[in-house]
């Protein structure tokens, strides 16, 4: 008599605890986008703080080395963190501000951060604020060639000047990833938002 084969039974994987990696990160950004703009104003106002207290608190202090008097470290390293507090407010200016900062440091060698170039958030992520609000590319990118163009001929100035010191371009590529990622944004949004007025208007349009 023939014996029947009788299927191996396979025992089904045991299902993996918590949610998948990419509904967690969807959940993640969409509670951030649900903050409020007190919430984001307290944000930036930390992140202001933080830069001022880590980079150039340290660097005033003779961090890794003393490079300029350590009231104009204090100063120039303010000027160029502080006003993130309120770069969604006033982009613009606050991009002005903070760039004029940076260069104004690396023209009198004054080292406002422990890094090369006195390297640092503020350039960047202003430059991010503006080219995420602005009305157009054409407007974004004009920020950015004043940015890149000013932080990169002055650095080569302060290299001549002070050629002992470490320089490098970090800001003007700190300013164009910023401006590529804000723009980024902005693109996005402006597709979401017309995206959101054609699904209103072809509902309009049902519903008459």
């Known amino acids: 008599m023939s ?4 299927p191996e039974r396979r025992e089904a994987a045991p299902e993996r ?6 509904a967690l990160l969807v959940r993640v ?7 409020s703009p007190a919430t984001w104003a307290g944000v930036d106002v930390a992140v202001a703080l933080v830069t001022l207290g880590a980079l150039t608190v340290p660097a005033a202090l003779g961090v890794p080395t003393h490079e300029g ?15 993130l507090a309120v770069r969604r407010r006033w982009p613009v200016p606050v991009l002005a501000v903070i760039t004029a900062a940076t260069v104004a440091a690396l023209l009198l060698g004054v080292r ?16 991010y604020t503006v080219a995420s609000r602005a009305r157009s590319r054409e407007e974004a990118l004009n920020a950015l060639g004043v940015v890149a163009a000013a932080t990169g001929i002055l650095n080569l100035v ?37 995206l959101a007025a054609r699904r209103r208007a072809e509902a309009g349009e049902r519903t008459r």
Not at 112 to 127: E, I
């Open 112 to 127: 406002t951060t422990p890094f090369v170039s006195n390297a640092g958030p503020g350039v960047g992520l202003a430059m």
């Open 29 to 35: 950004a969409d509670t951030v986008r649900a903050w």
């Open 158 to 194: 302060a290299m001549a000047l002070y050629p002992e010191q470490d320089h490098n371009a970090v800001h003007s590529l700190a300013a164009v990833a910023g401006g590529f990622v804000g723009d980024t944004v902005r693109t996005q949004r402006a597709y979401e938002a017309d």
């Open 17 to 22: 605890d918590g949610p998948p990696r990419a």
């Open 69 to 83: 008097h350590p009231a104009a470290a204090l100063a120039l390293g303010a000027a160029a963190s502080l006003p």
């Open 3 to 6: 014996s029947v084969a009788v």
